[in-house]
Antibody, heavy 118, light 112 residues
Framework: EVQLVESGGGLVQPGGSLRLSCAMS????????MHWIRQAPGKGLEWVSG????????GYADAVKGRFTVSRDNVNNFVFLQMNSLRVEDTALYYC???????????WGQGTTVTVSS | DVVMTQSPLSLAVTLGQPASISCRSS???????????LNWFQQRPGQSPRRLIY???DRDSGVPDRFSGSVSGTVFTLKISRVEAEDVGVYYC?????????FGQGTKLEIK
């Protein structure tokens, strides 16, 4: 069974940092891209960042560019999201998602909650 | 960035009746490989999003055939032929052709 499991969320003060992790299991192939998507309380889905598994090429939403960094561990099948200079508006449920084919986000994790508050 | 505009934002449907959600893209979603990476997701209350449809009209494994997707120009449509109680939730379109991926605002489906 394919599975994505996020961890690393928590409560942090504005200006603080957190590192989210996403563990992948059960996948036969690790081609295509991995993504982070967030959902603020009561709001819709917002793509945050993505990384192409093979090339390592990354992309970021304007709202997080320069503050967040996505990376991967090819050996242990993890994706990370380093979040610095956190703001109140970064408060959300953060999902890890995987393209199992191009352009698709076919598999999602259960999410990890990030709360930025003083 | 590609803007995805969904309508309606809320929908109340009688059980057994059809439902339709539209999603308009601000630009073409045809990728260089000829595919159109338009997806539809369902998010039931308290759950993670689940993909229903990919590449405009292909159903994911396990998705009932009462769900279907189509396109006319840059307007994409998700149709539910006969709404069931388990269909309650929020539906999102998402384009995966251009980075950043972008989502529609979501359509909340309720039972009348």
């Amino acid at each position: 069974e394919v599975q994505l499991v996020e961890s690393g969320g928590g409560l942090v003060q504005p200006g603080g940092s957190l590192r989210l992790s996403c563990a992948m299991s059960g996948f036969k192939s690790h081609d295509h891209a991995m993504h982070w998507i967030r959902q603020a309380p009561g709001k819709g889905l917002e793509w945050v960042s993505g990384i192409f598994w093979n090339s390592g090429v990354t992309g970021y939403a304007d709202a997080v560019k320069g503050r967040f960094t996505v990376s991967r561990d090819n050996v242990n099948n993890f994706v990370f999201l380093q979040m610095n200079s956190l703001r109140v508006e970064d408060t959300a449920l953060y999902y890890c998602g995987k393209d199992v084919a191009p352009g698709g986000l076919g598999v999602w994790g259960q999410g990890t909650t990030v709360t930025v508050s003083s | 960035d590609v803007v995805m505009t969904q309508s309606p934002l809320s929908l109340a449907v009688t059980l057994g009746q059809p439902a339709s959600i539209s999603c308009r893209s601000s630009q073409s979603l045809v990728y260089a490989d000829g595919n159109t990476y338009l997806n539809w997701f369902q998010q039931r209350p308290g759950q993670s999003p689940r993909r229903l449809i990919y590449k405009v009209s292909d159903r994911d494994s396990g998705v009932p055939d009462r769900f279907s997707g189509s396109v006319s120009g840059t307007v994409f449509t998700l149709k539910i032929s006969r709404v069931e109680a388990e269909d309650v939730g929020v539906y999102y379109c998402m384009q995966g052709t251009h980075w950043p991926y972008t989502f529609g605002q979501g359509t909340k489906l309720e039972i009348k």
